[in-house]
């Protein structure tokens, strides 16, 4: 049966693919038909997975010659496949109301189709051509999506960082697999898993994975791409990108790693574990520090990749050590994650584009006001800050549990080295939960609440039909799997054997409302007794305030500082919510300068504040490489303005090096 499913999938591929030749004449067409492929993809993949069904491959006369393409569908790559098209789906849907709001439709909906269908195709590709073809076509293909907008203030630099930072990934994935296949003697996937590595080769393939995984997902300190082009793109294609192209990356290094190699050594994880700690607590600080909407949740995309690759660290700690179980948990914790992050960055990422169309801006400093507005985009958005921020009964808390879980387990370990430092890693995931409830109390506040700030948030009206569907949606789906989590852990439950050995929690005898505990030495989770005990509270208080409260209505000035000045600017702005943080932080991670200017208390001007923060990555990192390479392109240029014979005799003299370097390689 499962051969049916692998070739429906790529059947389906084939006809969506179609879809370009009228992606040009009817956007609503387009995402109708985008939307039922992921739909057909995602039923596909869930019967899979209900099924528990063994990996199936196929090969076709496509590809390298000699060796074909490869294609396979396992436990692993089907859930990944589950939420790629859920979310896509989702965006597809939002995509049917956003695309009356965009002008430029052409220039999205060819490179959309293949965004979505190479995604697919990279989970289903089983040999080195056709996973990297797909993989460079899935960034190609998004890199003209953040470039649509090619018009706007700063997309172009953006797109060509994007560019830039995709081609190194890959070349990273090319030499990691091209070490497998020289091992292995073949291309497939198959032969590379039963090839035996020397340590050094393997500990080489592991970092060069590393690389071109941690590149795409958005690791520190290879982010630098992230938060300039994720919000560059049109707002549902910022949602695939931020909330499932992650993603992806994030399969390509399970593939890799644990996999293809089979074996790990035990330093990987301790430098997993620290990337992974950095990567939470600088991407929700830079996060906070940000004034535009979609750049804010781009910076979280880096805190939640780095709380799933937590997840992976412990699991590779814990499998390193023979601790089959813990290692199981943690990958539980870890792919959850993967999921519910999917989830709620895409209700976010959505409803921030609500919020663009609707205004016209994503600079929070020229919101406000925005809940009397758009009340359901408002509710909406209120579910998945509280979700992202890992509060109960919502998804979020569900997967941050099950880690935190995990890594109440270190004292077992026999490393006094990962004994110390996954507790610190534990209080780093405590500090970035509380981080991200301020950062999204900022977020909602401003944006929301008080008085616009701007005409164009006073004159804000609801958003279309379609797109509050997929917002309300996808806050459905948190809420239930934050209460009813027991079904999606049973679901990846032959992922997580496949990674973590062979032993998973199978809880398919259990019903799905009863309390959730994958370990019986630790708490158990009750969502739905979490639930009806939060609406008995609220429930009690509603009742004592409208029993104890007196019957006549009074009407008073909203309280505002002493200041009796009905103005937006006598409220808090994003930037004075921050300012203690920063005042904390920001000499370490933003080497942040500040200048106060108060002029005389007898001139009637206001006083100013300028502050520039740096992203210490970009500008020690990046900054001077490509400098580097620009000096050396400007000497090097040179060479474009020859005349025929220099020309001549410069290809002469290289034929005569390349053969003089062939004969001493011989000798």
């Known amino acids: 049966m499962q051969d049916y499913l692998l070739k429906g999938l790529l059947l389906s591929f084939v006809f969506y693919l179609g879809l370009i030749l009228l992606a040009r004449k009817n956007y609503r067409g387009v995402y109708l038909l985008s939307g039922f492929y992921a739909g057909i993809s995602f039923l596909l993949s869930l019967f899979f997975l209900l099924f528990h069904g063994s990996s199936q491959a196929a090969v076709f006369p496509l590809g390298l010659p000699g060796t074909g393409a490869h ?110 296949a020289s091992h292995s003697g073949t291309f497939s996937f198959e032969g590379m898993s039963k090839a035996a590595l020397p340590s050094k080769s393997a500990s080489l393939v592991f970092a060069l994975a590393l690389f071109g995984a941690g590149s795409k997902a958005g690791l520190v300190p290879l982010h630098a791409w992230l938060p300039r082009a994720h919000p560059a793109a049109p707002s549902h294609v910022s949602a695939l990108m931020s909330g499932v192209m992650t993603k992806v990356a994030v399969y390509g290094f399970l593939r890799i790693v644990f996999d293809l190699l089979r074996t790990q050594e035990k330093w990987w994880s301790y430098l997993l574990l620290v990337i992974a700690g950095v990567s939470m607590i600088a991407g929700v600080l830079y996060a906070l520090m940000q004034h535009d909407l979609k750049r804010l949740l781009a910076y979280h995309t880096i805190e939640n990749i780095g709380i799933v690759f937590v997840g992976i660290g412990l699991a590779m700690a814990f499998k390193t050590y023979g601790m089959v179980a813990a290692s199981a948990l943690s990958f539980s914790a870890s792919l959850f994650h993967v999921l519910n992050h999917s989830l709620f960055k895409n209700l976010l990422f959505l409803g921030a584009g609500s919020i663009q169309s609707s205004t016209g801006s994503r600079d929070m400093e020229k919101l406000g ?48 080295g990962l004994k110390f430092l996954v507790p610190s890693i534990g209080a780093f995931l405590a500090l970035s939960a509380a981080l991200a409830a301020s950062c999204f109390i900022k977020v909602y506040g401003i944006t929301f609440l008080g008085r616009p700030r701007s005409m164009s948030a006073m004159a804000a009206t609801e958003t279309d039909r379609w797109s509050l569907l997929a917002l309300y949606f996808l806050a459905f789906l948190c809420l239930l799997w934050g209460v009813f989590p027991a079904p999606v852990l049973h679901l990846l439950g032959p992922a997580v ?102 002029l005389s208390p007898w001139l009637p001007k206001p006083a100013r504040i300028f502050l520039r923060l740096h992203d210490l990555a970009w500008e020690y990192g990046y900054l001077p490489v490509a400098r580097t390479i620009d000096r050396w392109s400007a000497k090097i240029n040179i060479l474009q303005f020859l005349t025929v014979r220099r020309y001549l005799v410069l290809v002469f003299v290289t034929l005569v090096v390349l053969l003089l370097s062939l004969a001493l390689m011989l000798q």
């Not at 460079?136 to 797109?159: C, D, I, Q, R, Y």
């Not at 994958?518 to 979490?530: E, K, S, T």
Request: glycine share 8%; proline share 5%; net charge neutral.
């Open 497 to 598: 054997g496949l990674l973590s050995g062979g032993e998973y929690f199978n809880l398919s005898g259990k019903p799905f409302y009863e309390p959730l505990s994958l370990n019986i030495d630790r708490n158990a989770y009750n969502g739905l007794f979490l639930i009806l005990l939060l609406g008995g509270f609220s429930l009690c208080i509603l009742f004592m305030v409208l029993g104890k409260a007196s019957p006549y209505a009074r009407k008073t000035p909203a309280w505002d500082c002493g200041y009796p000045e009905n103005s937006p600017f006598c409220q808090y702005t994003a930037g004075s919510y921050a300012q203690p943080i920063r005042k904390v932080f920001g000499p370490a991670f933003f080497a942040v300068k500040e200048k106060v200017v108060c």
């Open 71 to 180: 294609f396979r569908i396992d436990s692993l790559s089907a859930f990944f496949l589950l939420v790629v098209n859920l979310a896509s789906f989702m965006a597809s849907l939002y995509g049917l109301g956003y695309g009356s709001h965009f002008a430029e439709q052409q220039r999205i909906l060819p490179f959309y189709i293949l965004f979505l269908g190479s995604m697919n195709m990279v989970l289903l590709a089983a040999d080195m051509f056709s996973f990297l073809f797909f993989w460079e076509l899935m960034s190609l293909s998004s890199w003209a999506l953040v470039m649509s907008s090619h018009k706007e203030k700063e997309t172009a630099g953006a797109g060509f960082i994007y560019l830039l930072m995709a081609v190194l990934g890959t070349f990273a994935l090319l030499f990691s697999m091209s070490l497998l």
């Open 369 to 416: 006001g925005l809940v009397s507005k758009m009340p359901y985009t408002a509710f909406a958005f209120l579910m998945g800050s509280m979700a992202i921020c890992a509060l109960p009964p919502l998804n979020g808390f569900v997967s941050e549990w099950l880690l935190m879980q995990s890594i109440l387990l270190s004292p077992q370990l026999p490393s006094w």
